[in-house]
């Protein structure tokens, strides 16, 4: 097994940032409407940084591995920062080439993080 996949593995069986935060700032729940894997992601914002993430879900090894490295990848960024994460940042997350169906899995935490930062904005 590569580096990369140890990594991935170790994120889905340990998990970094997996649990509920009471009054989130900013939430969003997505769903990958083609297997019904989930993610959700909360988190506080304090001038302009998050300072508190965490995500709930349930779903394959690269969904819910992917959360836990976004997630550690988001805490102290800024939410531009995390607005313009895309799917190059995504890959570089995982390190390992993924085919279009594992990149679906891949962006769903990346969807539900941006999208309850966008809905956050617009409060
Ligand atoms: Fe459902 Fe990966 S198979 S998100």
Redesign the pocket.
Known sequence: MNPYQEELLDHYRNPRYKGRIQNPDFSSDEL?PS?G?RVLIAGKIDKEKITQIAFEGS??V??QAVASMLAEKSLNATRTQILAFNVETVQNLVGIPLGPTRL??AL?PLEALQNALLRYQKR
């Open positions: 990958n297997c894997d779903g394959c690269i969904s679906q899995c769903l």
